[in-house]
């Protein structure tokens, strides 16, 4: 109980910080920028590399049309190139966002400097007539399978496209029609369970919505299945919204519409959505940002209500050097819920992240996670033994520190709280990057993962090698293993993985993995692939 009181003083706290004012800084010299070229599932691709001053090890903020979407980290950089990891998920950025580069810092000299070279100018863009239609997005052709080498006849391929494009001046007027969608096939080797096919198609449209607004910005509608990011909570629906910038720092937005099922992405005409909300924002896009906004939300299922609750969100951003995001929940109980929770409100989710560069070869992360698997009109029956409330909730921590200008060290590590008595469980990453070893173009790191609940203590290490096949093909090689220990027995994982991504030309990105099990009891073989076309 003490626990679960502290987690909700916790909560209370984050939501209370959505609404304090955060002090103002002073303006900083406008730094140059670089765009992202590529997003894949293994991280952001940027077109700027040592020659623009960029590092592995650099963290870099990444803005789309002045707004702050994230952070990332470069992990390698080539002459005019670099590949970085998100901070957060990878799929909240696109190709088309910009990074802040680094500022050039005294006794820090980049690729240029060192062989004397002219940095490339950054390629001429080509404004389109105002009433011309052009598309910007890609389409992905993707292959994923498994052969099973145990005889078990877990043999299976997955072929998928994948669409991710917007069509901007739809018919010359200020309407662009946004498409995300994602069609695959699922083909096993062999026939499954009764009622299962051999062969499964699963096709899902998450945005298929036309966007427009009024000539001077002040107004912004959209409607189909349709994502209004500042109602958060909403997801995406089958309905429309629109948004009113009532004054230089002010929005305010209603959305409605019905709810998609979760796992075919059909319509549910049954399950129905509201909200509304108000935005505000401050701050120089390049010093210092402040954005607060809270939504109010309402969801029914036919004609009793699944949910209602009220979300506070705040960002704020110093810069490069320190951001920190919270949010929280607030649930207002009436009907069934009510009845469940015996209290009018309760905090349903809390989740809080600071990062703070301390220098540019130093950096800190720290993060509290309560969130949970809201019960919903439709899961109000299932037993709390099968309803896991302390799914996320808990404290992360990461510290990142580069003595040397070649070599970053990192260490993250977590405690995932518990309130039904079990034991709380723990995690431990730490890992080690050599850039330019043991060649001017290769790398190399290890990590060792550690995890400890009340039953397993689990152990990863991990050691990869990365360097050039050809003058563009980075091919990086991984050596792992999977060992989880109980009170009764030991189970060990062995594999070998090889993967690869580069850009071909100016309009295709090709990236591949192999990975190979070698022991007894998953041995079987992996492969990915995706050839991604830049509209």
Not at 83 to 103: N, S, W, Y
Not at 495 to 517: H, I
Request: hydrophobic share 35%.
């Amino acid at each position: 109980m003490a626990m679960k009181r502290l987690g909700n003083r916790l909560a209370l706290l984050c939501g209370l910080m959505c609404v304090v004012f955060v002090q103002v800084a002073h303006g900083q010299e406008p730094r140059p920028t670089a765009e992202i070229t590529y997003v894949s599932s293994e991280g952001v691709y940027i077109a700027a590399g040592r020659e623009q001053g960029l590092m592995p090890g650099d963290t870099l903020v990444v803005h789309r049309g002045g707004d702050r979407v994230g952070v990332i980290i470069v992990r390698h950089a080539a002459s005019r190139s670099a590949a970085a990891q998100p901070v957060a998920d990878a799929t909240i950025f696109k190709a088309g966002d910009r990074v802040t580069l680094p500022p050039p810092s005294p006794g820090r000299a980049t690729e240029a400097d060192t062989a004397r070279v002219h940095a490339t100018p950054a390629p001429l863009v080509l404004q389109d007539a105002p009433d011309r239609q052009r598309i910007r997005g890609d389409v992905a052709f993707q292959f994923y399978g498994r052969q099973d080498l145990t005889g078990s006849g877990g043999t299976w391929i997955q072929p998928a496209l994948r669409t991710r494009f917007t069509v901007e001046r739809v018919l010359g007027s200020n309407t662009a029609l946004h498409v995300r969608h994602r069609s695959r096939l699922y083909h096993r080797s062999e026939p499954v369970a009764a009622g299962k096919p051999q062969d499964e198609w699963n096709h899902r449209v998450f945005e298929l919505a036309l966007v427009g607004g009024s000539t001077n910005g002040r107004t912004g509608w959209g409607i189909g299945r349709v994502i209004a990011s500042d109602v958060r909570g909403m997801g995406y629906r089958d309905g429309g919204y629109i948004v009113r910038q009532v004054s230089r720092g002010y929005r305010v937005g209603l959305a409605a519409g019905t709810v998609a099922d979760p796992i075919t992405s059909g319509v549910r005409l049954n399950r129905r959505k509201a909200g509304f909300f108000v935005a505000w924002g401050t701050g120089q896009n390049r010093s210092h940002r402040l954005n607060i906004s809270t939504a109010l939300s309402t969801e029914y299922d036919g004609g009793t209500v699944s949910r209602d609750f009220l979300y506070l969100q705040a960002i704020y951003a110093f810069g490069t050097r320190l951001s920190w995001y919270g949010s929280t929940e607030i649930d207002f109980n009436r009907g069934w819920r009510y009845e469940q929770a015996d209290e009018r409100r309760t905090m349903s989710n809390a989740y809080t992240m600071l990062t703070w560069n301390i220098s540019r070869t130093a950096g800190l992360d720290l993060a509290y996670d309560a969130s949970r698997n809201v019960r919903l009109y439709d899961t109000r029956e299932i037993p709390d033994s099968l309803f896991d409330q302390t799914l996320h909730r808990g404290w992360r921590g990461a510290v990142r520190w580069s003595p040397f200008a070649h070599i970053l060290l990192r260490g993250t590590g977590g405690l995932r709280l518990s309130e039904s008595g079990v034991t709380e469980s723990r995690y431990a990453t730490l890992s080690a990057r050599w850039s330019r070893f043991p060649g001017p173009r290769q790398s190399m790191w290890l990590t060792m993962s550690v995890v400890e609940s009340g039953f397993t203590t689990g152990y990863r290490p991990m050691l990869s090698y990365r360097f050039p096949a050809t003058r563009r093909l980075y091919v990086t090689l991984t050596g792992a293993a999977q060992i989880y220990r109980s009170t009764l027995s030991t189970t060990s994982n062995y594999y070998l993985e090889a993967a690869t991504a580069r850009p071909v030309g100016r309009r295709f990105f090709l990236s591949a993995t192999w990975r190979q099990y070698l022991d007894s009891q998953l041995k079987s073989a992996e492969i990915f692939g995706e050839l991604s076309v830049r509209l």
